[in-house]
T-cell receptor, first 109, second 112 residues
Framework: GQQVMQIPQYQHVQEGEDFTTYCNSS?????IQWYKQRPGGHPVFLIQ?????EVKKQKRLTFQFGEAKKNSSLHITATQTTDVGTYFC?????????FGGGTRLMVKP | DAGVIQSPRHEVTEMGQEVTLRCKPI?????LFWYRQTMMRGLELLIY????????DSGMPEDRFSAKMPNASFSTLKIQPSEPRDSAVYFC??????????FGDGTRLSIL
């Protein structure tokens, strides 16, 4: 079956440093979604990428979908303590989502 | 919009007891998903419904787990009998076709 892998599993950064998490799928994806889960909270949708090579920005967050539509990345510029949480990528088949293992981001003030 | 509503928020019970988790999806959403989250296994899809019909239950761990969706506004996930290894956070999520999923706050289940 489809597998979605994320690296790294954990990342500690100093506030103000940049952060990147990478997502790789074993199969070509029709789209990829990113979610953020704060400690003790539930996953919250951030963004969906559909087109090959697509890049989208949300303030300090930059999302990229690979040309082959099998990988994606999330880059946060100048992290803040509010960025703490676990970031998940997720890909279909169909209306199901297979979630990656997530990258837990910890930010030291 | 009230969002996806799950109950109870926390459940502590002894092994062997029946556990029932409840979910009210967002009105108008035709897909409903049940997930389990643990440190060891991450976020796992257990089962999902489309228009109240179970579509894929391949993630349900074993026969002790069952899920129903009697109507468009209510779903249950039952564990009978419960075991300590069932301890986890259980999330319900809903969506419309092709659109992102909206998660409830989850039920934190502890089986002693």
């Amino acid at each position: 079956g489809q597998q979605v892998m994320q690296i790294p599993q954990y990342q500690h950064v100093q506030e103000g440093e940049d952060f990147t998490t990478y997502c790789n799928s074993s199969t070509t994806l029709s789209n990829i979604q990113w979610y953020k889960q704060r400690p003790g909270g539930h996953p919250v949708f951030l963004i969906q990428l559909v087109k090959s090579g697509e890049v989208k920005k949300q303030k300090r967050l930059t999302f990229q979908f690979g040309e082959a539509k099998k990988n994606s990345s999330l880059h946060i510029t100048a992290t803040q303590t509010t960025d703490v949480g676990t970031y998940f990528c997720a890909g279909p088949p169909g209306n199901m989502l297979t979630f990656g293992g997530g990258t837990r981001l910890m930010v030291k003030p | 919009d009230a969002g996806v509503i799950q109950s109870p928020r926390h459940e502590v019970t002894e092994m062997g007891q029946e556990v029932t988790l409840r979910c009210k999806p967002i009105s108008g959403h035709d897909y409903l998903f049940w997930y389990r989250q643990t440190m060891m296994r991450g976020l796992e899809l257990l089962i999902y419904f489309n228009n109240n019909v179970p579509i894929d239950d391949s993630g349900m761990p074993e026969d002790r787990f069952s899920a129903k969706m009697p109507n468009a506004s209510f779903s249950t996930l039952k564990i009978q009998p419960s075991e300590p290894r069932d301890s986890a956070v259980y999330f319900c999520a809903s969506s419309s076709a092709g659109l992102p999923q909206h998660f409830g706050d989850g039920t934190r289940l502890s089986i002693l």
